[in-house]
């Protein structure tokens, strides 16, 4: 079923590819059904078949393609599922107004097989396969344009991405060579346990800034900001959901199923790992403050809730792991949204710069109501979602014991305050501050892109009441209960 | 005997009769019977390898029934059949692919004489991987100079006589140091066979006599082959001769030539001195040095390029520095990953250096980067073959490369301390460097072309893009034979000594 | 019964709100209704008595909850009863305007957020009201609009997050470190950590308070409220001066007496710090109101002095002082609002904001200035107004705590401060009654009845709590007799 699963964006692409030049419509139609079938059938496998590890292809003994589904698995690929079809609807629309449809589609389709590829990747080495794979088949989609600025942000997400993957290769392949296997294991691979300390404490830390350049930690953020020039719906999935998400779910699978918390916790590369991250989180919200592109303080406003998870993960507690999951489900929600709402704007005003934002209320009513009421939610004010997160976070966060928990608790609530003055503001002059004199049309989006919006929302305030589920089932997965 | 063990032999001898006839032919045909030879010794040795495999062993060859040590030997085993497979096949599709350039690049009268050079290129390539004895092997090694700065002249322009004259005299040079390090051999043991030279030297070893005398000779070997490599600190004459001959030759004699010399080094290591005496040396340490400054110094020559056969060329520095330094590393399963990866980047490199020429066709005949924007969609295989090209040298998963340096990174953490530390750090670099310009050449030839372009009409050659879409689908499914790749070096190197 | 109570309290101000926010039709007579029904819910929860009553669970030991105690139902009916005068006063006030339901709304949701936070049981639950309180308010803030408007009211919640931020920092590490989940009187700290309390909890309290010392104008946070005051409309100005900074108070009130307790911080650097700070702000409003002209400006600054009277007593930790600082907070938010909503009288039909401009304006608005005067008097705490009784009070209770250096520090300062309001409301009561040979202003007119009447009865008021005030007294002592 799962293997169904990851060939329907593949062989959906691949028709795109050929097919789609004969019409928009072939085109869009393929693609949607392809999102819809491979959510299906993801949500299926979810459901039907946990536990099974299927091998795809055996390179050697030791290095072996395999997937399965097991709780950190199922929430990213649940995520993705539930996220990529009303990006997909999202983009319908928004490349009404750009050109080269079908190379886009076309990668969209692949980006979404090796991101569930990913998630489900059963020992490290598929790991890495795919996750150098996930950002080949993205850099086009960055690229797209190929203007120049398009070309330069392609180039920088590259040389960081290609550049960092090769610090996570090294990492990967000491495992290969201290341990037989490479597969995920709750709790750390046993064999790695025994294996020179010093060592295995060097090549946790390359590989978490190996995978977590995805992730985006100080100082191997650059890219995002300047991907930013990418069309939206790139920006939103692949960027604030998708690559991103892949980043931070490597580097649990990298602390918390091959290293091993017993191995780290405790020792100078979790300080180390803390400390970059709770940098980040400062750095990143001092930086979108000062930002005036609006995508681009998104940008920098995403780097910062990244490295919340990052340092939820570094906790190396189970209460840590959770904390930072949950946290990647919310605002993969809302950052989702945020961009979304930017593209939105952008497209139909042709605005990009915060200030441009005054009074747009009266032109585009709905997307500055879902952009302001996705603010809200980010700045983390109960009893929204983020503050559940959020407070997951600063529990595990003093419940760890460790100094770098409590600075991390500051950091985290003086970030919170950064948010509210970067993206509350914007909001809120949008709604209160009166435009020129004549009378504006209203321009809000058409019905692809509002979809997304309602569905959103819809989920954002159904998961108030729901989180406590979510929480629970969290608490499951990471071996809590 | 079966008939099937005289492969060797039979190929070495087409090579030297077709290189011998073909001068007196005219130019089809001598073309078409340098690629006949070609293919016949390519399928003589596939027939060769699976018997190898069956084989698990090597055996000696005596050639005019002459016993050593008054005549010359071959040896053959399965490393030494995997790696003629190899550069055979990579020779032939070569030749088959560049031959429409070559015709338009090379006067027609010396056309000819270039199937002759590329006949005896062969020749010596095959001599050097089954040769048993130094002074055939020598005898070689000046064979395959001067046919390759014969194959270098071919195409007469400014450029290409003077690269080759600096090739010429850098050549000579690592064969004057070559034969140095012979004649120090023979002096010191006597003999030129390998085998014999091997016991001597073995009982020397134990002995704890003329420790110097050999460090001096692995000394002079390393650095010969080194400057025939093009390693650095002797790697000025790489960039403008791979840069400026025709794309056949640049393909040959990266991917053959260099080759055949680098895989005579391991063979004299083996074979000649005696692989324990060898790394238990320290003039091996000079071989990881200059091996890992070349990789990095290789691809930050690259990345200085402006022109796209030259930054290839670069390439080529760095990957060959790749080579020496695992070898340098001194284990066994370094050897084995340096194997692997010169089977590899043997055809990924020709590939590389046989795409570069249909695009720039496609942009004017022009090799700057800047004219190279939108090539891709111009001309769509080649683009496709060197992005793949592209992404095997940086290492992406599935591709080749990959593999490599997952064989390079666990051979280097069986290393020692810094070694390891250093080769892990190099390779960590290096790949990161090979990233910034291989992608930055992929991106821009799929860019949009620089304003005022005008679209030259261009010939498209069939035979060209049929050779580069099977190039490319062998690079595509490398990957998937990695595993018995690997396993079939492994064995042939325990066979090798 | 009680628990229909907790819902439909804060429920009604709730669904007014959202019924002002969508409506086209602007009638007076609902929110007069609404304002009245609120009143008298609140009056009925009162009745009930003490009561608790949990909401909803997020996760576990995120449980938001309800409670009805002393303290709270006395904070509550203070609000609610000057949140009715206020909003009479609005009725009139905005008649002239095209729609003024926006107002109105956000004006029945900062009512919603203030009973919601007097009714909270739990820390956690005082939070997320303190935070729908600044989410509710500020858009009143910014009502007209205009750049200042906007950046007033920026201001105002940026200022106000951060300092939820920081309150939440001593939230997490109370809530973490407390037996009980609910406020408990006297407070419920892990008995280990109250014999020798470790940095973390010091420092964790000391920024708790300031950070909802923001809403009350604690020095250093004091910064928003002389710009977001004055810029709001009078009545916005009014319940934000005297309602909105008291749930400030409330928040500190409940995070020493009902969560920590006194004794982790009796004698402490922090209880040092926190009286050194109350007792900078109470000079600094003071003297800084001397120099405004505008006249809301100028009642902000006396506002942020004020508030710190109450905070000062609060930090005392004993009953006197306590006792002091209660009283204070609702005569002075019964004074204060009576003041600002006068100055927007003055302002609107009087025809000038500065007060240079007022000499002689008693003669055209007689009420207006009368209440300004008596509620004015009151601030500077002249007996027998209710101010000058809850000032001696507190001058009596920093004496009896004992604390070294302030209990004569404190009623010096509080002395120094009474001076000083003195010098700024004299002149404008004195210049409007009596100007001299000076220009008396001609544009000034009376001012609407449906305003006199609520500024009117609230300087009534002023001066009634002042000649009787026996009821309240006893409440106040209820309350505080579960405390010490």
Redesign the interface.
Known sequence: MLLIAFCVPIVGSALIFTWGRKGKRIRRWIAILSTLATSVFVCLALFLEPGRSYVLLEFTSRMTIAFTLDGMGKVFAGLIAFLWPLAMLYAFEYMEHETGENTFFGQYLLSYSMTLLIASSENLFSLYFFFELLTLSTVFLVAHGFSHRSMYAARKYLYYTLGAASLGFLSMISVLVYSDTTTFVLGGIPALQQAPHTMMLLLFVLGFFGFGVKAAVFPLHGWLPTASVAPTPVTSLLHAVAVVNAGVFSVARLAYYVYGPTLISGTWAQTLCISMASFTILFASVKAVHEQHLKRRLAYSTISNLSYMLFGLMLLTPLGLKAGLMHMIFHSLIKLTLFSCAGAIMVQTGREYVQELRGLRRQMPIVMTVFAFCAVELVGIPPFIIFQSKWALVTAAFGSGHVMGVIGVVVLLISAGFTAAYLLKPAVTAFALPIEKKPEEKRDPGWQMLTLFFVMTAAMLALILLGKPIADYLSQVVGLQ | MQLVQNVPFFSIMLSMVSAIVTPVLPRRAAKWLSVGMVSVVVCLHIWFLPFMVSLGGSYTYMMGHFPAPWGNELRAGLLEALIALALSIVMLLSQLSGMNKLQRQIDPPKQGLFYVMCNLVMAGMLTLTYTNDLFTAYVFIEILALSSCALMMARQVGHTMVASMRYMILSLLGSGLILIAIALTYNLTGHLLMENIRAVIAQYAADGEYALPISVIIGLFIAGIAIKCGIFPFHMWLPDAYGYSTSAASAVLSSVVSKAYFFLLVKIFYRVIGINVVMSDMALNLMLVLGVLSMILGSIGAIRCLDIRRMVAYSSVSQMGYLFAWVGLGSTVGVAAAMFHLVVHALCKSMLFLSVSPLCDASGDSKRFVDLRGAGYRYVIPGIAFTLGS?SM?????LGG??S??FF??AA??GAGWVRITL?AA???S??LN??YF??TV??L???PKKGFVRQPFIKSRLTAVTLSVFGFINLTI??F??DI?NLITTGIQNFA | MQSILFILVPAIPLGLGVWFLFTRRFRAAEVMAGLVLSFAAMIALAVTGDGMQTLFTVAPGVTFVFRSDGAGRLFALLFSGVFMAAGFYALTYFKHEINPARFFAFYFFSLFALESLCMAGSLLTMYLCFETLTLCSFPMVLYDRSREAVAAGIKYLLYSIAGAMMGLFGVIYLTLHTTSSTFVAGGSLEAELLGNPPALLLIALFVCIIGFGTKAGLFPMHGWLPTAHPIAPTPASAVLSGVIVNAGVLCIFRVIYFAAGTEALRGTWVQTALLSLSLLTVLIGSAQALRQKHIKRRLAYSTVSQISYILFGLFLLESTAAEGALLHTVFHSVMKTSLFLCAGALIMYGGTADVDEMRGIGKKMPVTMWSFAIAGVGLVGIPPMSGFLSKWVLAQGAVQSGMPVFYWLGPVVLLVSALLTAGYIAPVVLGAFFPGEQEISTRAKRAPVGMLAPLGVLAALSLLFGLYSVPLRNAIDTVLNTLF
């Open positions: 992404l940086v290492g992406i998963p599935i990959f593999f340096k997952i990174a666990e953490i069986s892990l390779l960590a670099l790949t990161l990233a910034l992608m930055h991106l821009g799929y860019r949009r990957g998937f990695a595993k690997i």
